[in-house]
């Protein structure tokens, strides 16, 4: 019989902090402002947080206010803005206040929101097996998500421009072109073995 799998905790169990959703939630604007980000399932809120966010031009910081383990916990995570290699406006990141890395995400694990790296966590797909992962890599080709057909027959869709096919369009055919090649019955046989 064989040995269970001992495997690191995955990012996906972990409640985060997202610097796309601060962006979205407006807490990324001049000024200090602070909130409550909670998280639910099922339309039950099981866990929330106090931020306050100093966005200043001289220094920028999120803390973080909360209680984990019957223990408070109150502490600074710096925000760095790094300028966007388009040259047009920046990206901001949080510093990790163990690893000093740059991140966009924050990990709650063992009490503290860090980086995923400082709690040695791997991503869920670093779990499957070889074999799992190539059936996984057929079913996605096989597969052509309604996504792509949603967004290929959009309603101003263009398919050409001054007379020749866009690259969008050329990846969304190339996508289903791709899935209508694989004969009948391929994933019928694929789920048995």
Known sequence: MPRPANYNKTVDDCLTISMTKLKEWEYLKRGCKSGVISWSRNGD???KIN?????LEFEKYIVLNY??????KNYK????EVPSNLGKGYL???KCPVTHKLCRKLYLDSGMFLHRTAFNMIYEKQTESKKWRSLTAVFDKAFVP???YSERYKKYFKTHYSGKPTKRYLKLE?????ADSFPSGTLERLMIM
Request: glycine share 4%; proline share 3%; charged share 25%.
């Open 45 to 47: 809120t099981h866990s």
């Open 51 to 55: 931020i306050e966010v100093s966005f």
């Open 67 to 72: 209680i984990a383990s019957g223990e408070p």
């Open 77 to 80: 995570v710096k925000i760095i």
């Open 92 to 94: 901001y990141y949080f």
């Open 146 to 148: 309604d996504a792509v």
């Open 174 to 178: 190339k996508r289903i072109k791709l």
